[in-house]
């Protein structure tokens, strides 16, 4: 009994993938190809925001780990949005959308965005009327649903289609689990046996080294912020939600920074140093630190590898953006 | 004598690629690949801005023609721009860059939106500063210039090197250039005539129909815009080139609405109306302007090709971007 749970903590050593709490990403399956064809090019579209200058790729950079790399992203005119991006790399492995988890997937996700006044800045209704207008896209849309009408449903199950495919397999951690064993340096497996040993792995873990669970931030100390961010309870009205959040992917960590959900914090050996502290009541060594970096490091999988697509023009019926305007 | 001006004014009956004045674009020669790839991840790299959120592809995004589709554009903290973005394909064939022509070329062109506080709002010495702290970035530097030092030169020589490669061979009128009779519709060649014979082709002529002169906005009537832009005057401080403005490429003009200097204008009946009427002192019937668009429509050439670059991240000692301070 001891053992099993000793071996559930991932405490045990080293047996190999059989025992991990970590498993390898896998590529995607049961795809449909034409569906994730015209959910990147809405992706990356700006027409779907009222300036015509954002897109889902603005915040959620493919270029840079599905992340924009700073602390709170840039909406419409400029706002200053209230929380950090998170990666969109291996976010269908999540078990719900969004820090707070408000969103139940991908596709019920997507069309978040799009409407907030402090991101896209636009409506599902403008934003229909707009692909509606653009005979290339209304000919797509009837190509992959069989429908002459588009609407938001179809353009959110696009979205949440192309987003399956970016999941980041292949990492050197992977190849370790699935058998290189020489793919990972003596100090990247200390440091993979620190994460078990102090408890990292309690919340980081599955394929995609955490998105499975809410989680207290701030377990054995109080964490500071000076964003608003309360977590879960601003869904379910619980103050036992309080500043709970769901874990965050470690997967292309690396990628991925700043850390935690106000981007407080820029690099890895912080995140480390405040996880431990303020999650697990431990303070790494400067040398333990090292080590767990080092296997953080090794999570960076194969990016997405696509060609950059080309968007269909605005015809003149297509209702232009308004940047400038109220 | 006659003959030879009428035919140098493309007003001769259609005798084949060899007369006429406009030349097919050819796909580029003589390019660097490594710095071709070098290039191709700064023009993506929103650390070039002080903000981290806008790069060259924010408002040359080669997702849309290589221009932002909007009337001017969105700088750093949403200011807005005196002047609508050219697009860079085909930009290499420019007798000068930006549409008053201040800078002389593609590389004296790329430091001045990093630089420019209404832009990019960064300078060239803090831009340098984050692509040295930068380990992968400083490897391919040296990889392609042989040097242990990263500079502002060397780091626009890279950017046009890329945006040489930036040209759209192809289009159905160059397949017709080219040869192939069947390429164009009887309307798109009746369009085509129309364009010479109406004097079009006096300024939109060579490889790239167009951007090969300067040419005075409003000939026989004023150009009424709104916009501040006074053209070529503010680089010669010439009251006599008042209004001057480099000719834009007709290439892919299907792409890079809106249209003119300041984007006043959203779509191609409207412009081939103004530019008629402004320009040349005709008036298209509905019939002229429907078979000139027919023709413009038909200068769309192969978009760019390649892989979405994927970005080094930024080290622990990459000075962090500050999208909302001062």
Same mark, same amino acid.
């Given at each position: 009994?001891? %053992?099993?749970?000793?071996?559930?903590?991932?405490?045990?050593?080293?047996?190999?993938?059989?025992?991990?709490?970590?498993?390898?990403?896998?590529?995607?399956?049961?795809?449909?190809?034409?569906?994730?064809?015209?959910?990147?090019? *809405?992706?990356?579209?700006?027409?779907?925001?009222?300036?015509?200058?954002?897109?889902?790729?603005?915040?959620?950079?493919?270029?840079?780990?599905?992340?924009?790399?700073?602390?709170?992203?840039?909406?419409?005119?400029?706002?200053? #949005?209230?929380?950090?991006?998170?990666?969109?790399?291996?976010?269908? *492995?999540?078990?719900?959308?969004?820090?707070?988890?408000?969103?139940?997937?991908?596709?019920?996700?997507?069309?978040?965005?799009?409407?907030?006044?402090?991101?896209?800045?636009?409506?599902?209704?403008?934003?229909?009327?707009?692909?509606?207008?653009?005979?290339?896209? /209304?000919?797509?849309?009837? &190509? /992959? +649903?069989?429908?002459?009408?588009?609407?938001?449903?179809? @353009?959110?199950?696009?979205?949440?289609? +192309?987003?399956?495919?970016?999941?980041?397999?292949?990492?050197?951690?992977? &190849?370790?689990? *699935?058998?290189?064993?020489?793919?990972?340096?003596?100090? =990247? *497996?200390? #440091?993979?046996?620190? +994460?078990?040993?102090?408890?990292?792995?309690?919340?980081?873990?599955?394929?995609?080294?955490?998105?499975?669970?809410?989680?207290?931030?701030?377990?054995?100390?109080?964490?500071?912020?000076?964003?608003?961010?309360?977590?879960?309870?601003? @869904?379910? #009205?619980?103050?036992?939600?309080? +500043?709970?959040?769901? /874990?965050?992917?470690?997967?292309?960590?690396?990628?991925?920074?700043?850390?935690?959900?106000?981007?407080?914090?820029?690099?890895?050996?912080?995140?480390?140093? @405040?996880?431990?502290?303020? &999650?697990?009541?431990?303070? !790494?060594? %400067?040398? =333990?630190?090292?080590?767990?970096?080092?296997?953080?490091?090794?999570?960076?999988?194969?990016?997405?590898?696509?060609?950059?697509?080309?968007?269909?023009?605005?015809?003149?019926?297509?209702?232009?953006?308004?940047? !400038?305007?109220?």
């Amino acid at each position: 009994m001891l %053992a099993a749970a000793v071996s559930a903590l991932g405490l045990a050593p080293l047996y190999g993938a059989a025992q991990e709490l970590i498993q390898p990403i896998k590529p995607p399956a049961q795809i449909n190809i034409g569906m994730v064809e015209l959910g990147k090019k *809405l992706y990356f579209d700006p027409r779907l925001s009222k300036s015509g200058f954002i897109s889902c790729n603005s915040c959620h950079n493919l270029s840079m780990g599905g992340t924009d790399n700073i602390p709170t992203s840039i909406g419409d005119k400029w706002q200053q #949005g209230p929380i950090n991006a998170p990666t969109v790399l291996n976010s269908s *492995l999540n078990l719900a959308q969004f820090w707070d988890g408000r969103a139940a997937d991908l596709k019920a996700q997507a069309g978040g965005p799009i409407a907030n006044p402090g991101e896209m800045g636009f409506t599902h209704t403008l934003a229909i009327g707009v692909l509606e207008s653009i005979p290339a896209y /209304v000919r797509e849309f009837k &190509q /992959v +649903f069989g429908k002459d009408k588009v609407d938001i449903d179809q @353009v959110t199950l696009a979205i949440a289609e +192309f987003e399956k495919t970016l999941v980041t397999p292949n990492s050197r951690f992977d &190849q370790w689990l *699935l058998g290189k064993s020489d793919a990972l340096s003596p100090q =990247e *497996l200390a #440091g993979y046996k620190l +994460f078990k040993e102090s408890g990292c792995v309690a919340c980081h873990n599955g394929p995609a080294v955490g998105g499975a669970s809410f989680q207290k931030m701030g377990v054995v100390e109080p964490y500071k912020s000076t964003g608003g961010a309360e977590g879960r309870s601003a @869904v379910t #009205g619980k103050d036992v939600d309080r +500043f709970m959040f769901k /874990v965050p992917t470690l997967r292309n960590v690396e990628m991925t920074y700043p850390y935690f959900h106000d981007g407080a914090v820029n690099t890895l050996p912080e995140a480390v140093d @405040v996880m431990g502290r303020l &999650q697990l009541g431990k303070k !790494f060594t %400067a040398d =333990e630190n090292a080590k767990v970096v080092a296997f953080l490091k090794t999570l960076t999988g194969d990016q997405p590898n696509f060609a950059l697509p080309i968007l269909p023009p605005s015809s003149d019926k297509t209702p232009r953006p308004t940047p !400038f305007s109220k």
